[in-house]
């Protein structure tokens, strides 16, 4: 005799499961968003886990029975505003980067990263923005933003390779090289200085970004273009 449980005990259990897991996001999802606010307008040192829950909506051990600890709470909303989703899928293997890396086109790669960090800072420059300030005076949050930069290079440097195999770098320069001035023009700091501090418009940042690299990293024409308003 099978010991197995019969269909549909199996599928109210799963069901039952299912939606635990649901709620369970949609909690995370509200901490999140309501810790994002708070860190992007009164700062992360003034934030308490009590304020986060309050913003949210739970109750404070709902908030440490997710995350466990503030800082926790910071890295879930950045790793959200990075990629867009909750789904574990690193930059690199990401719909828009294996794009910009498969593009034959130098250029056509260029406009790829372009495009596509520019859809991450419309997300996380502001949080980006609460790690970088931070960390100059916490241990925990000067790690989170060490390595998010070591992230941020390791993905300009896959790009700065893609983009020597597909055309000459300007003379004297190598891939990590490429890669150190690619980690420059497309920094949160740069994008959060033009954009929020300086007023650009998406759209001009996205034509600037796209010159400067084209420019600096290749000897490649490139089509005449003024600065979008």
Known sequence: MST??????????????????????????????????LFTTTGYTSTSINAIAAEAGVGEQTVYYAFG???????????????GDDEPVSTLERPW????????APLGQLR?????????????????????????TDPDLAEVWTTNLRQRLT????????LARKTPLRDGLT??????????ILSPETYNLLVHSRGWSRARWRGWAFDALAGLLTTLPRPDQTLEE
């Open 69 to 83: 600890t503030k800082r926790a709470v910071l890295t879930g909303a950045l790793d959200l505003a990075v990629a």
């Open 97 to 104: 980067a294996r794009d910009a890396i498969a593009d034959p």
């Open 175 to 184: 891939s990590e090289l490429a890669a150190d001035i690619a980690l420059t």
């Open 4 to 37: 197995a449980p019969r269909r549909h005990d199996s599928d109210r259990t799963s069901g039952k499961e299912d939606g635990r897991t649901a709620r369970a996001r949609s909690t995370r999802t509200r901490i999140i968003a309501a810790a994002t606010e």
């Open 112 to 136: 790829r990263q372009v495009a596509g960090s520019g859809e991450i800072y419309s997300r996380a420059a502001p949080l980006l923005d609460v790690v970088r300030s931070a960390a100059t």
């Open 155 to 162: 993905v300009q440097r896959v790009f700065a390779e893609a």
